[in-house]
């Protein structure tokens, strides 16, 4: 049915026109995440303004993770379908989780429950912007073998520049996302390194047990 004067367009019965909307949604969500990304990673605050500050948007910038690990978690049972393996699994589901659980009692800590799923909803994204880091890390290390320069010892400066990359970033968004100070947003990240670097050496025992060969 048409509207005042036939000027309303009909909505088509396969839903085709509702599809392209969502679709046309779907991808200016996902250009405000990457420019989000790219703001927050050059230091600017206004990032956080790109991010979509719901329960909803929470768990979209969580899905990626839990998708791979749903994947990887899926090939692994199917290999080897033992109680190492699934503790294994459940260890690693932890890992993605826990760091949104310190933060929250952090935040919680400063009083500052209100910025958290702001701080939050970024600070899940933000794992996304390791992979774009290696790239000026990557030069350095180049340079560096050419100046003679051993190549272990330069990957060790690559490895020691992308940590202190996301170490920063990870205290820039603390703090300019909680709006507290220079020091408790270093204590923030502070908990959340050392409860994952806790999480992360229970994984190992398991890790090796489940899968020898990386050893």
């Known amino acids: ?15 085709k026109q509702g599809g392209r909307q969502g679709g ?35 768990l979209a910038g969580l899905s990626p993770q839990i998708g791979f690990l749903l994947v990887a ?13 699934l503790s294994l699994v459940l260890l690693a589901f932890c890992a993605v989780l826990l760091p949104p659980v310190i933060s929250h009692a952090m935040a919680r800590l400063w009083r500052r429950d209100e910025r958290w799923r702001r701080y939050a909803i970024a600070s899940v994204w933000s794992i996304w912007l390791i ?7 990557l030069l350095v290390a180049s340079v560096l073998m050419q100046a003679g320069v051993g ?18 970033l990870q205290w820039f968004m603390a703090r300019r996302g909680l709006e507290i100070g220079g020091f408790k ?22 890790l090796l047990e489940v899968m020898p060969e990386v050893r």
């Open 151 to 168: 190549r272990t010892a330069a990957v060790q400066a690559v490895m020691l520049l992308v940590m202190v990359y996301f170490l920063w």
């Open 73 to 85: 978690a899926a090939l692994l049972l199917a290999q080897r379908p033992t109680v190492p393996a």
């Open 24 to 58: 046309q949604q779907g991808g200016r969500r996902g250009s405000s995440v990457v420019r989000g990304l790219v703001l927050l990673g050059r230091g600017r605050a206004e990032g956080f303004d790109c991010f979509d500050n719901s329960r909803d948007g929470f």
């Open 185 to 206: 947003a270093a204590l923030t990240v502070l908990a959340i390194v050392a409860g994952s670097s806790l999480l992360g050496m229970a994984l190992q025992p398991l």
């Open 1 to 15: 049915m048409s509207g005042p004067g036939g000027m309303l367009p009909r909505r088509r019965p396969d839903g």
């Open 131 to 137: 992979l774009p880091a290696y790239v000026p890390a």
